[in-house]
């Protein structure tokens, strides 16, 4: 499966060159390669053809998005392919994924989202809101699931109210992942899609091949005065509900506002591809085995292997990577905390001459790190060390890559990447974990913990009887409730799948899975939808404020989350954890699984990450036993009375 995992990486990536490190970070006056979103169609193995909710059953997490432009910051992500099954009716394929939405369930969770035609000069403005309470698969729009509504301008003229067309109504879908077992309920996921035909004639917005296209997203985490937002392009104005009439950054730019992204449906013209790297290609392999940890007392062999998505040939030292370590966390930026690894063959990790990297091909760039005795202090906590840097450092490492070319011109796509995911084995785990703001100037960081997996109580365990073994119609085994593995990753596991019991993984399988993540052949989202996984995601308060339906909020900015894998041997009963402070850190709960720390000048707090899997304890005694017992008792105390009276 590694050319099938190449292959969905390369369409996945195909257009990111132009998406960000272009579109957000270059965007001036002169004119920018427009983003082409991949038309889809292609499928997967067994599953051929679109990820087709309006006339199917596909559900949000279909395997056959792995084509899609992706577009992401923190919790919130985008996914869009083009639908051009039909020449004439052709239409875009657009969903938004929020994963870690702290606070009570709010109305202000939303999506904008804004199309214009530059030749017509018509802007249409799309609102999809969640208002589902309970968990909802595929809801379409109707009272109590999912509102919508729509506006259009021509030219400058102002924005008014119009009819959302019917089949765009008609196609989109709601999925909400909410609890309400208290109040205020929550929830914590939720996914809105939506298909949009790009000609009035197929039902939707005449767009023609060459468009603009702006959205916001808006989750707002309920109770807590805090919105997260993800803009399209970075830097659009910001829409404000509460006034009236609503007005929405403009399609061509003004008063400071960026001009809404150009899209290229036709997926042909200046669409470049480029080197590029996710968080899988970042490793460190010592004799502690393959991960993000650290092993004092062995060589610490780290490899970063980016893909060549273009299609020219470099030799395998025509790139390098610059790698930096940080206690394991959220950290920002090139703070202090991000500390080079100490050997400086890591400073320009390289790989050999040859064999050249050819299209699809991946680079091995490589460094090592042997540490010295002062070192070891730093990161073995020995007693009566003195470390060199001045301060104890955590033996659990995130790693940074940084991609570079020395010589030769290399475009890159994604140019750096962190690996910030960990392995490990619990009855009891606690884990320090340093959250760290850099150089911002003081201010409140916001944490929400999601787990997945992980339920306060679990049933038995049934006998393990081949397929009673494993999943059954989304339903883990055990009473576990999990998000069923599409038939990609149950291919992706190969032998595992037929014996893997999601939350109930143990630690040998655990390995595996860990060497498949690192052969390249598994995504650390195939193993959160089987393993106990602990993850925090992390915002800084930005100081400034936006308006919802709710009032007025503050506009957190995300930070890297960071995630635990967590495996057990043994019978359970349930999991437990906590969030705490540690060192002096005050941590407050302002919501279910959602957290508020203070950080001072220092850039940095210290956190407590708690796991622990509840073991059943003994069994209520037969009531023959507890007979048993009060005979004996009575017994015991007549014999004492007996001897006292002589």
Partial sequence: MKSGVV???????????????????????????????????????????????WTGTSTYDDPRWIHSYGYSAGPESFNALLDATSA???????????????????????????????????????????????????????????????????GTGGWSSMTVPATIVSQARLDAFCDTSGLPVTCDEWIIRARIPVTAAGGGVDLGD?????????????????????????????????ALPLTFPPPLGSGGSTAWNPINETGSGTCAAGVSIEAEDISVTNALGTGTTLDVNSTNNFNVRPTNFTATSYNGNAIQARLRIADWG??????????????????????????????????DLTCSWTLTPGQKCDYGHADGCAPDSGGFKYPHQCIIADLTSPVVTVPFSTSSAWNNFNFDHSSKLERLARIDIGTLSPRDVYVYIQTNNMPAKVEPAPPATGEANGQVNGQAAGGLPSRALSAAAKDRLGALASTLVPGRVTEKESQSLQALVTAGKLRYSDVAKVMPTYTAYVWNDTGTTVKTKNGTAKLLSPQPSFTLFVSHDGSLAGWKHAFTGANGATVTEIAHNFYRIGVDSHGSVEVLTSIEAVEPGPGPRPPWMIWLIALILLVFVIVVYRLVRG
Wanted: charged letters at 10%; a negative charge.
């Fill in 88 to 154: 004439t009716n052709k239409a875009l394929v657009l969903r938004w994924h929020v994963t870690g939405d702290g606070g009570g369930a709010s109305t202000g969770d939303q999506v904008w989202v804004g199309f214009y035609n530059p030749t017509t000069t018509v802007g249409t403005v799309f609102q999809f809101t969640r208002d589902a309470l309970v968990n909802t698969a595929g809801g379409g729009v109707a009272a109590g699931v999912m509102s919508a509504n729509a506006w259009t301008q021509t």
């Fill in 330 to 363: 959220s950290s920002l930026g090139n703070n202090p905390q991000w500390d080079a690894v100490p050997d400086p063959s890591c400073a320009a990790a390289t790989g050999p001459l040859n064999p050249q990297v050819g299209q699809n091909g991946q680079f």
């Fill in 210 to 242: 060459t468009f603009n296209m702006w959205f916001e997203l808006d989750a707002d985490h309920g109770g807590t005065a805090t919105t997260d937002v993800l803009k399209f392009p970075l830097g659009a104005a910001n829409v404000d509900p509460t």
């Fill in 7 to 53: 292959w969905r990486r390369k369409m996945r990536r195909l257009v990111w060159a132009l998406g960000l490190g272009t579109l957000l970070l270059a965007r001036a006056a002169a004119a920018v390669d427009p983003t082409c979103f991949p038309v889809g169609g292609g499928g997967v193995p067994f599953q051929p053809g679109l990820p087709d909710w």
